[in-house]
Protein backbone atom coordinates (compact mmCIF):
# COMPACT_ATOMS: atom_id res chain seq x y z
CA UNK A 1 0.00 0.00 0.00
CA UNK A 2 1.44 3.99 -0.97
CA UNK A 3 2.70 5.28 2.48
CA UNK A 4 3.76 9.05 2.28
CA UNK A 5 7.08 9.59 3.91
CA UNK A 6 8.71 12.47 4.95
CA UNK A 7 12.47 12.96 4.98
CA UNK A 8 14.97 15.42 6.36
CA UNK A 9 18.29 15.70 4.72
CA UNK A 10 16.89 15.10 0.83
CA UNK A 11 19.54 17.63 -0.11
CA UNK A 12 22.28 15.04 0.96
CA UNK A 13 23.11 11.37 -0.08
CA UNK A 14 21.12 9.03 1.57
CA UNK A 15 18.36 11.48 1.50
CA UNK A 16 18.12 11.97 -2.44
CA UNK A 17 18.27 7.58 -2.68
CA UNK A 18 16.12 6.97 -0.03
CA UNK A 19 13.22 9.14 -2.01
CA UNK A 20 14.54 7.73 -5.22
CA UNK A 21 13.70 4.22 -3.73
CA UNK A 22 10.55 5.10 -2.00
CA UNK A 23 9.05 6.79 -5.28
CA UNK A 24 10.18 3.73 -7.30
CA UNK A 25 8.13 1.57 -4.71
CA UNK A 26 5.00 3.73 -5.05
CA UNK A 27 5.08 5.98 -2.47
CA UNK A 28 4.56 9.64 -1.63
CA UNK A 29 7.52 11.33 -0.50
CA UNK A 30 7.77 15.12 1.12
CA UNK A 31 11.40 16.49 1.78
CA UNK A 32 12.38 19.23 4.26
CA UNK A 33 15.19 21.32 2.76
CA UNK A 34 17.09 24.37 4.65
CA UNK A 35 16.18 28.29 3.01
CA UNK A 36 19.44 29.01 1.66
CA UNK A 37 19.94 32.34 -0.48
CA UNK A 38 21.21 30.63 -3.42
CA UNK A 39 18.47 28.04 -3.73
CA UNK A 40 20.60 25.11 -4.16
CA UNK A 41 18.98 21.65 -4.10
CA UNK A 42 22.00 19.40 -4.23
CA UNK A 43 21.18 16.07 -5.03
CA UNK A 44 17.41 16.56 -4.59
CA UNK A 45 17.27 18.67 -8.06
CA UNK A 46 16.06 15.96 -10.11
CA UNK A 47 13.08 15.59 -7.41
CA UNK A 48 11.57 18.98 -7.91
CA UNK A 49 8.66 17.67 -10.09
CA UNK A 50 7.60 14.33 -8.29
CA UNK A 51 8.69 15.04 -4.28
CA UNK A 52 6.68 18.06 -2.53
CA UNK A 53 9.92 20.15 -1.36
CA UNK A 54 8.84 22.21 2.14
CA UNK A 55 11.44 24.68 3.95
CA UNK A 56 12.14 23.78 7.51
CA UNK A 57 14.80 23.47 10.10
CA UNK A 58 15.87 20.36 12.42
CA UNK A 59 16.98 22.96 15.22
CA UNK A 60 13.65 24.52 15.04
CA UNK A 61 10.72 22.36 16.50
CA UNK A 62 7.93 24.92 15.24
CA UNK A 63 8.88 24.41 11.64
CA UNK A 64 9.64 20.12 11.95
CA UNK A 65 5.97 20.16 13.95
CA UNK A 66 4.25 22.16 11.91
CA UNK A 67 5.36 20.00 8.96
CA UNK A 68 4.65 16.83 10.80
CA UNK A 69 1.17 17.81 11.90
CA UNK A 70 0.13 19.33 8.23
CA UNK A 71 1.45 16.14 6.43
CA UNK A 72 0.43 13.57 8.66
CA UNK A 73 3.43 11.48 6.99
CA UNK A 74 3.26 7.40 7.78
CA UNK A 75 7.11 7.23 7.52
CA UNK A 76 9.36 9.88 9.23
CA UNK A 77 13.22 9.00 8.28
CA UNK A 78 15.82 11.96 10.04
CA UNK A 79 18.63 12.07 7.25
CA UNK A 80 19.66 15.50 7.94
CA UNK A 81 22.47 16.13 10.38
CA UNK A 82 26.11 18.31 10.13
CA UNK A 83 27.65 14.56 8.85
CA UNK A 84 31.28 15.85 9.11
CA UNK A 85 33.36 14.13 11.58
CA UNK A 86 36.31 16.76 11.14
CA UNK A 87 34.09 19.59 10.87
CA UNK A 88 32.29 18.33 14.31
CA UNK A 89 35.67 19.26 16.22
CA UNK A 90 35.94 22.48 14.82
CA UNK A 91 31.99 23.55 14.95
CA UNK A 92 30.97 21.01 17.91
CA UNK A 93 28.49 23.41 19.47
CA UNK A 94 26.27 23.50 16.13
CA UNK A 95 26.84 20.11 15.34
CA UNK A 96 25.77 18.96 19.19
CA UNK A 97 22.54 21.27 18.02
CA UNK A 98 21.80 19.93 14.69
CA UNK A 99 23.09 16.74 15.00
CA UNK A 100 21.86 15.93 18.45
CA UNK A 101 19.56 17.91 19.58
CA UNK A 102 17.47 17.63 16.13
CA UNK A 103 16.81 13.92 16.41
CA UNK A 104 15.00 15.09 19.70
CA UNK A 105 12.67 17.97 17.88
CA UNK A 106 12.30 15.21 15.11
CA UNK A 107 11.11 12.66 17.59
CA UNK A 108 8.90 15.73 19.68
CA UNK A 109 7.29 16.62 16.98
CA UNK A 110 6.03 13.18 16.33
CA UNK A 111 4.86 12.74 19.90
CA UNK A 112 3.27 15.84 19.90
CA UNK A 113 1.18 15.43 16.63
CA UNK A 114 -0.22 12.53 18.37
CA UNK A 115 0.01 10.49 14.16
CA UNK A 116 1.60 6.50 14.71
CA UNK A 117 4.09 7.75 12.11
CA UNK A 118 6.94 5.62 12.19
CA UNK A 119 10.33 7.00 12.41
CA UNK A 120 14.17 5.74 11.91
CA UNK A 121 17.14 7.79 12.94
CA UNK A 122 20.27 7.52 10.83
CA UNK A 123 22.86 6.78 13.86
CA UNK A 124 26.61 6.35 12.85
CA UNK A 125 28.99 3.22 13.49
CA UNK A 126 31.37 6.81 14.83
CA UNK A 127 29.30 6.03 18.17
CA UNK A 128 31.18 2.75 18.59
CA UNK A 129 34.76 4.59 18.58
CA UNK A 130 36.37 1.70 17.00
CA UNK A 131 37.76 -1.60 18.82
CA UNK A 132 40.62 -2.95 15.91
CA UNK A 133 38.96 -5.11 13.66
CA UNK A 134 36.57 -6.76 16.10
CA UNK A 135 33.21 -6.36 14.36
CA UNK A 136 30.53 -4.24 16.05
CA UNK A 137 27.18 -4.91 16.22
CA UNK A 138 24.33 -3.63 18.06
CA UNK A 139 24.98 -4.41 21.58
CA UNK A 140 28.69 -3.22 21.16
CA UNK A 141 29.99 -0.05 23.85
CA UNK A 142 29.80 2.91 22.51
CA UNK A 143 32.81 4.88 23.14
CA UNK A 144 32.50 8.37 20.78
CA UNK A 145 35.72 10.28 19.93
CA UNK A 146 34.53 12.92 18.24
CA UNK A 147 31.43 15.74 18.96
CA UNK A 148 29.59 14.11 15.93
CA UNK A 149 30.29 10.87 17.76
CA UNK A 150 28.77 12.42 21.11
CA UNK A 151 25.86 13.68 19.25
CA UNK A 152 24.89 10.99 17.21
CA UNK A 153 25.13 8.80 20.82
CA UNK A 154 22.28 11.48 22.08
CA UNK A 155 20.68 10.88 19.01
CA UNK A 156 20.53 7.00 19.13
CA UNK A 157 19.65 6.92 22.93
CA UNK A 158 16.73 9.96 22.32
CA UNK A 159 15.31 7.59 19.57
CA UNK A 160 15.29 4.24 22.07
CA UNK A 161 14.22 6.58 24.39
CA UNK A 162 10.97 7.68 23.13
CA UNK A 163 10.37 4.35 22.11
CA UNK A 164 10.42 2.55 25.04
CA UNK A 165 8.39 5.72 27.29
CA UNK A 166 5.73 6.50 24.68
CA UNK A 167 5.69 2.97 22.82
CA UNK A 168 6.83 5.36 19.58
CA UNK A 169 7.95 3.00 16.18
CA UNK A 170 10.98 4.99 16.50
CA UNK A 171 13.55 2.62 15.25
CA UNK A 172 17.98 2.80 14.70
CA UNK A 173 19.89 2.34 12.04
CA UNK A 174 23.55 2.27 12.63
CA UNK A 175 25.15 2.78 9.28
CA UNK A 176 29.09 1.83 8.76
CA UNK A 177 30.34 4.44 6.03
CA UNK A 178 27.99 4.11 2.75
CA UNK A 179 29.15 5.95 -0.29
CA UNK A 180 27.01 6.49 -3.61
CA UNK A 181 29.13 7.55 -6.92
CA UNK A 182 28.10 11.06 -7.40
CA UNK A 183 26.32 12.08 -5.25
CA UNK A 184 28.98 11.74 -1.64
CA UNK A 185 29.32 15.16 -0.42
CA UNK A 186 33.26 16.61 -1.45
CA UNK A 187 34.81 16.48 1.44
CA UNK A 188 34.72 12.88 2.73
CA UNK A 189 37.44 11.30 1.85
CA UNK A 190 36.66 8.43 -1.17
CA UNK A 191 34.67 11.18 -3.11
CA UNK A 192 37.60 13.55 -2.61
CA UNK A 193 39.61 11.20 -3.73
CA UNK A 194 37.53 10.63 -6.81
CA UNK A 195 37.40 14.13 -7.67
CA UNK A 196 41.30 14.60 -7.16
CA UNK A 197 41.59 11.86 -9.47
CA UNK A 198 39.62 13.41 -12.37
CA UNK A 199 40.95 16.79 -11.61
CA UNK A 200 44.44 15.42 -12.19
CA UNK A 201 43.27 13.57 -15.27
CA UNK A 202 42.17 16.75 -16.67
CA UNK A 203 45.50 18.24 -15.63
CA UNK A 204 44.08 20.65 -13.35
CA UNK A 205 46.18 19.74 -10.70
CA UNK A 206 48.86 17.28 -9.84
CA UNK A 207 48.91 16.27 -6.06
CA UNK A 208 46.34 15.12 -3.72
CA UNK A 209 46.43 16.26 0.27
CA UNK A 210 45.06 13.98 2.50
CA UNK A 211 45.78 12.97 5.94
CA UNK A 212 45.24 9.88 8.10
CA UNK A 213 45.57 7.44 5.13
CA UNK A 214 45.79 4.77 7.56
CA UNK A 215 42.06 4.56 8.79
CA UNK A 216 39.95 1.41 8.09
CA UNK A 217 36.60 1.88 7.44
CA UNK A 218 33.72 -0.16 6.30
CA UNK A 219 32.83 0.69 3.43
CA UNK A 220 29.72 0.34 1.62
CA UNK A 221 27.60 1.23 -1.41
CA UNK A 222 24.50 3.75 -0.08
CA UNK A 223 21.99 2.10 -2.16
CA UNK A 224 22.44 -0.93 -0.88
CA UNK A 225 22.19 0.90 2.36
CA UNK A 226 18.72 2.48 1.54
CA UNK A 227 16.76 -0.76 0.84
CA UNK A 228 17.64 -1.98 4.27
CA UNK A 229 16.52 1.44 6.32
CA UNK A 230 13.44 0.67 4.12
CA UNK A 231 13.13 -2.47 5.18
CA UNK A 232 14.00 -1.58 9.05
CA UNK A 233 10.56 0.83 8.46
CA UNK A 234 8.51 -1.85 7.29
CA UNK A 235 9.63 -4.50 10.01
CA UNK A 236 7.00 -5.69 12.26
CA UNK A 237 8.33 -3.55 15.33
CA UNK A 238 10.82 -0.85 16.49
CA UNK A 239 14.41 -1.89 16.72
CA UNK A 240 17.97 -1.24 16.32
CA UNK A 241 20.02 -2.70 13.11
CA UNK A 242 23.72 -2.67 11.96
CA UNK A 243 23.92 -2.06 8.40
CA UNK A 244 27.66 -2.71 7.22
CA UNK A 245 29.27 -5.04 4.68
CA UNK A 246 31.75 -6.80 7.49
CA UNK A 247 35.10 -5.97 5.51
CA UNK A 248 37.48 -2.85 6.54
CA UNK A 249 40.00 -1.55 3.91
CA UNK A 250 42.30 1.65 4.73
CA UNK A 251 41.71 5.20 2.83
CA UNK A 252 45.51 3.84 1.22
CA UNK A 253 43.54 1.09 -0.35
CA UNK A 254 40.74 3.00 -1.81
CA UNK A 255 44.15 5.40 -3.37
CA UNK A 256 45.12 2.25 -4.43
CA UNK A 257 42.04 0.97 -6.38
CA UNK A 258 41.05 3.90 -7.61
CA UNK A 259 44.14 5.66 -9.43
CA UNK A 260 45.01 2.33 -11.01
CA UNK A 261 41.77 2.24 -12.47
CA UNK A 262 41.97 5.54 -13.88
CA UNK A 263 44.96 4.56 -15.83
CA UNK A 264 47.37 6.53 -13.29
CA UNK A 265 49.27 3.68 -11.92
CA UNK A 266 51.06 4.29 -8.44
CA UNK A 267 49.10 6.53 -5.93
CA UNK A 268 51.97 7.79 -4.28
CA UNK A 269 53.18 9.26 -7.25
CA UNK A 270 50.32 12.02 -6.41
CA UNK A 271 49.17 11.77 -2.87
CA UNK A 272 50.83 13.94 -0.02
CA UNK A 273 50.04 13.52 3.53
CA UNK A 274 48.85 17.05 4.94
CA UNK A 275 49.76 16.94 9.28
CA UNK A 276 46.59 19.75 9.34
CA UNK A 277 44.22 17.01 8.17
CA UNK A 278 44.75 14.63 10.42
CA UNK A 279 41.88 15.06 13.25
CA UNK A 280 42.68 16.04 16.95
CA UNK A 281 41.41 12.39 17.32
CA UNK A 282 40.42 10.03 14.84
CA UNK A 283 38.75 6.53 14.70
CA UNK A 284 41.66 4.13 13.90
CA UNK A 285 39.24 1.01 12.34
CA UNK A 286 35.74 -0.10 11.78
CA UNK A 287 34.05 -2.48 10.79
CA UNK A 288 30.25 -4.11 11.16
CA UNK A 289 28.60 -7.45 11.93
CA UNK A 290 24.88 -7.18 10.06
CA UNK A 291 23.85 -10.53 11.15
CA UNK A 292 20.73 -8.87 12.89
CA UNK A 293 19.43 -7.21 9.90
CA UNK A 294 20.49 -10.29 7.30
CA UNK A 295 18.43 -12.26 9.49
CA UNK A 296 15.63 -10.26 10.39
CA UNK A 297 15.30 -7.72 7.71
CA UNK A 298 17.02 -10.85 4.85
CA UNK A 299 19.52 -7.52 4.22
CA UNK A 300 22.67 -8.20 2.96
CA UNK A 301 25.21 -5.79 1.08
CA UNK A 302 25.09 -6.38 -2.76
CA UNK A 303 28.01 -4.12 -4.18
CA UNK A 304 31.88 -5.05 -3.03
CA UNK A 305 34.74 -2.72 -2.06
CA UNK A 306 35.99 -2.63 -5.38
CA UNK A 307 33.00 -2.61 -7.23
CA UNK A 308 32.34 0.74 -5.20
CA UNK A 309 35.67 2.74 -5.73
CA UNK A 310 35.37 1.75 -9.66
CA UNK A 311 32.47 3.34 -10.38
CA UNK A 312 32.95 6.44 -7.96
CA UNK A 313 35.94 7.04 -10.19
CA UNK A 314 33.64 6.33 -13.17
CA UNK A 315 31.16 8.93 -12.12
CA UNK A 316 33.61 11.61 -11.42
CA UNK A 317 35.29 10.79 -14.69
CA UNK A 318 32.44 11.04 -17.11
CA UNK A 319 30.99 14.00 -15.22
CA UNK A 320 34.18 16.08 -16.77
CA UNK A 321 34.40 14.03 -20.13
CA UNK A 322 30.96 14.95 -20.46
CA UNK A 323 31.71 18.39 -20.22
CA UNK A 324 34.69 18.81 -22.33
CA UNK A 325 33.17 17.20 -24.78
CA UNK A 326 29.97 19.59 -24.64
CA UNK A 327 32.82 22.72 -24.14
CA UNK A 328 36.71 21.76 -25.15
CA UNK A 329 37.30 25.17 -24.10
CA UNK A 330 36.18 24.06 -20.71
CA UNK A 331 39.51 22.41 -19.76
CA UNK A 332 42.32 23.47 -22.33
CA UNK A 333 45.14 22.12 -20.32
CA UNK A 334 43.66 18.60 -20.08
CA UNK A 335 45.83 15.37 -20.94
CA UNK A 336 43.87 14.56 -23.99
CA UNK A 337 45.90 10.81 -24.26
CA UNK A 338 45.07 9.48 -20.53
CA UNK A 339 41.32 10.66 -20.70
CA UNK A 340 40.57 9.18 -24.18
CA UNK A 341 42.41 5.86 -22.60
CA UNK A 342 40.36 6.14 -19.18
CA UNK A 343 37.04 6.79 -21.46
CA UNK A 344 37.53 3.41 -23.95
CA UNK A 345 38.65 1.30 -21.49
CA UNK A 346 36.59 2.28 -18.29
CA UNK A 347 33.31 4.24 -19.76
CA UNK A 348 32.20 2.46 -23.18
P1 LIG B 1 24.91 14.46 3.95
O1 LIG B 1 25.09 14.12 2.51
O2 LIG B 1 25.91 15.32 4.63
O3 LIG B 1 23.45 15.14 4.09
C1 LIG B 1 23.08 15.81 5.25
C2 LIG B 1 21.72 16.46 4.99
O4 LIG B 1 21.28 17.11 6.19
C3 LIG B 1 21.73 17.53 3.90
O5 LIG B 1 20.56 17.40 3.14
C4 LIG B 1 21.67 18.83 4.71
O6 LIG B 1 21.07 19.89 4.03
C5 LIG B 1 20.78 18.39 5.85
N1 LIG B 1 20.86 19.26 7.01
C6 LIG B 1 21.97 19.65 7.68
N2 LIG B 1 21.63 20.44 8.71
C7 LIG B 1 20.27 20.53 8.70
C8 LIG B 1 19.33 21.21 9.51
N3 LIG B 1 19.71 21.96 10.55
N4 LIG B 1 18.01 21.10 9.22
C9 LIG B 1 17.62 20.35 8.15
N5 LIG B 1 18.45 19.71 7.34
C10 LIG B 1 19.78 19.79 7.62
O7 LIG B 1 24.78 13.14 4.83
P2 LIG B 1 24.53 11.62 4.35
O8 LIG B 1 25.83 11.00 4.04
O9 LIG B 1 23.43 11.62 3.38
O10 LIG B 1 24.06 10.97 5.71
C11 LIG B 1 22.68 10.96 6.08
C12 LIG B 1 22.57 10.70 7.57
O11 LIG B 1 23.17 9.44 7.88
C13 LIG B 1 23.29 11.71 8.44
O12 LIG B 1 22.57 11.82 9.66
C14 LIG B 1 24.62 11.05 8.74
O13 LIG B 1 25.15 11.55 9.95
C15 LIG B 1 24.19 9.61 8.85
N6 LIG B 1 25.22 8.62 8.51
C16 LIG B 1 25.82 8.64 7.29
C17 LIG B 1 26.74 7.66 6.97
C18 LIG B 1 27.45 7.65 5.64
O14 LIG B 1 28.44 6.92 5.50
N7 LIG B 1 26.96 8.37 4.64
C19 LIG B 1 27.05 6.66 7.90
C20 LIG B 1 26.40 6.67 9.13
C21 LIG B 1 25.47 7.64 9.42
P3 LIG B 1 21.92 20.97 3.17
O15 LIG B 1 22.02 20.38 1.78
O16 LIG B 1 21.06 22.17 3.24
O17 LIG B 1 23.26 21.11 3.83
O1 LIG C 1 35.33 10.12 4.72
P1 LIG C 1 35.46 10.52 6.14
O2 LIG C 1 35.40 11.98 6.43
O3 LIG C 1 34.34 9.70 6.91
P2 LIG C 1 34.16 9.35 8.46
O4 LIG C 1 34.88 10.28 9.34
O5 LIG C 1 34.46 7.90 8.61
O6 LIG C 1 32.60 9.62 8.66
C1 LIG C 1 31.64 9.16 7.72
O7 LIG C 1 31.19 7.87 8.11
C2 LIG C 1 30.51 7.84 9.38
C3 LIG C 1 30.10 6.38 9.64
O8 LIG C 1 31.17 5.67 10.16
C4 LIG C 1 29.30 8.75 9.31
F1 LIG C 1 28.62 8.70 10.48
C5 LIG C 1 29.74 10.18 8.99
O9 LIG C 1 28.58 11.00 8.84
C6 LIG C 1 30.50 10.17 7.68
O10 LIG C 1 29.62 9.83 6.63
O11 LIG C 1 36.83 9.98 6.76
C7 LIG C 1 37.19 8.61 6.70
C8 LIG C 1 38.62 8.45 7.20
C9 LIG C 1 38.89 9.13 8.54
O12 LIG C 1 39.66 8.31 9.36
C10 LIG C 1 39.70 10.36 8.17
O13 LIG C 1 40.60 10.79 9.17
O14 LIG C 1 39.49 9.06 6.26
C11 LIG C 1 40.45 9.80 6.96
N1 LIG C 1 40.98 10.87 6.10
C12 LIG C 1 42.28 10.93 5.68
N2 LIG C 1 42.42 12.04 4.92
C13 LIG C 1 40.30 11.91 5.60
C14 LIG C 1 41.21 12.65 4.86
N3 LIG C 1 39.00 12.26 5.73
C15 LIG C 1 38.59 13.38 5.07
N4 LIG C 1 37.29 13.73 5.15
N5 LIG C 1 39.46 14.15 4.34
C16 LIG C 1 40.80 13.84 4.21
O15 LIG C 1 41.55 14.56 3.57
Request: hydrophobic share 35%; charged share 25%.
Amino acid sequence: MEKTALITGITGQDGSLLADLMLERGHKVIGIIRRNSSSNLGNASHLQSDVDLIEGDIQDLSSIYRIQKSTRPDYFVNCAAQSHVGTSFDQPLYTSMVTGIGVINCLESIRMSGYHTKFLQLSSSEMFGGRGEEALNEESVLAPRSPYATAKCFGHWATINYRESYKMFASNAISFNHEAPGRRGPNFVTRKITLAIASILMGESEHLYLGNIDARRDWGYAEDYCKGFLAALEYKEPDDFVFATGEAHSVSDFCKIAFAHAGLGDYKRYVKIDPMLYRPNDVPALVGDYSKAKELLNWTPEVDFEILVKRMVNSDLKDRIEIVRADPHDATDNNPDMITKFSQSNLA
